[in-house]
């Protein structure tokens, strides 16, 4: 006999859980925070996840693919390498003062609390890493073919940069930066593709 069907919607389940774990922190986060969160019963989430750290994995991916693509349509809307640079560092900006930049990026606090205790947690924190120092590096790329960034910029040590304000501007976020703080400190940064 088949058991219930589930009755909630599961993207927009993980979308509650990603505040908890971003406030809180995998070990910091009860399964009875999660319940309270999703506003589901604990029974519902041991029924759809194995256990805390399932519905943390789930979350994690869950995070990593919207901003992949929300990122994709603010780079869409821009033409050079440089203005794609721009483009991605004022979404991070964006992402990383008021109530946004003090929930954090799971991504982040994932390779603080974890990577270095967890195998698999640590790979994916690593990949999404891997991923955005790439797409920075493809960005610097296209900038010096199309004339946007000057050829003498070294791409790889550039695209590191670029990352580790990135991720950088999702750190200081916490502490309560302000808007015109975080967009400082991307007209800094352009300056360095000069």
């Known amino acids: 006999m088949r058991g219930r069907p589930r009755e909630f919607d599961m993207d927009e389940t993980l979308d509650k859980a990603i505040p908890v774990f971003c406030s809180r922190g995998f070990h910091g986060t009860s399964i009875n925070d999660l319940a309270e969160g999703m506003q589901l019963t604990v029974g519902s989430i041991y029924k759809a996840f194995k256990d805390k750290r399932a519905v943390f994995l ?98 790889a040590g550039t695209a590191r940069l670029l990352l580790c304000l990135l991720q950088g501007l999702r750190v200081v976020g916490k502490t309560g930066k302000t808007r015109k703080e975080m967009l400082a400190v991307v007209e800094a940064a352009m300056r360095v593709l000069v």
């Open 58 to 155: 789930a979350v994690l991916d869950r995070q990593s693919s919207q901003r992949s693509v929300q990122l994709d349509r603010v780079l869409a809307t821009a033409h050079s390498g440089r203005d794609k640079i721009q483009a991605a560092l004022m979404f991070y900006a964006e992402l990383s003062h008021g109530s946004r930049g003090k929930e954090g990026c799971l991504v982040v606090s994932t390779a603080v609390e974890l990577a270095a205790h967890d195998v698999e947690i640590g790979a994916r924190a690593t990949a999404a890493f891997q991923g955005r120092e790439a797409l920075m590096t493809g960005l610097i790329r296209q900038g010096k073919d199309d004339g946007s960034i000057a050829l003498h910029i070294d791409s």
